[in-house]
């Protein structure tokens, strides 16, 4: 599977945009559409290229995804495409939510996993909050 436009309007919503390189709620410094990978202090990019690094970090991310097991649906893989590009791919393949999906718990139970993960640095955000129910959702989908 790949992502559908659907997600990509998500994550460019939940992501919002910056040409100019900025340190994230951890720190880390983030371009484009939530770019990290070689990003450093001063870098600049265009809307171009913003685009072009949101399409190549999202097939890296596809490619985890497609190894899942149970996903059957497109809600289902961008639901969880959408947390592995937030939360990235290490803390996606050790969660308790990973291990439901592939398990075959009940969806609600696995929906409740994805609200787990609403902290950044040590806070609540509530952009997080929207973004975990928008992902409960679209697993439903």
């Not at 939510?97 to 718990?105: D, R, T, V």
């Not at 139970?109 to 806070?123: D, T």
Request: hydrophobic share 35%; aromatic share 12%.
């Amino acid at each position: 599977m790949r992502a559908s436009s659907t997600l990509i309007q998500a994550i460019k919503k939940f992501e919002g945009v910056s040409l100019s390189a900025y340190q994230d709620s951890k720190g880390v410094w983030t371009i484009g559409y939530g770019h990290t990978k070689d990003v450093k202090k001063g870098d600049r990019i265009t809307q171009y290229q913003a685009e072009q690094f949101l399409r190549e970090d999202l097939q890296q991310f596809e490619a985890i995804a497609n190894k899942v097991k149970r996903i059957a649906t497109q809600g289902k893989f961008d639901a969880i495409l959408d947390f592995i590009y937030n939360c990235g791919p290490a803390n996606f393949e050790s969660s308790t939510l990973k291990k439901y999906i592939e398990a075959g718990n009940a969806t609600w139970e696995i929906q409740e996993q994805f609200l787990r993960w609403v902290n950044s640095g040590g806070k609540k955000l509530g952009g997080l909050v929207s973004r975990r129910i928008w992902e409960a959702n679209r697993f439903n989908e």
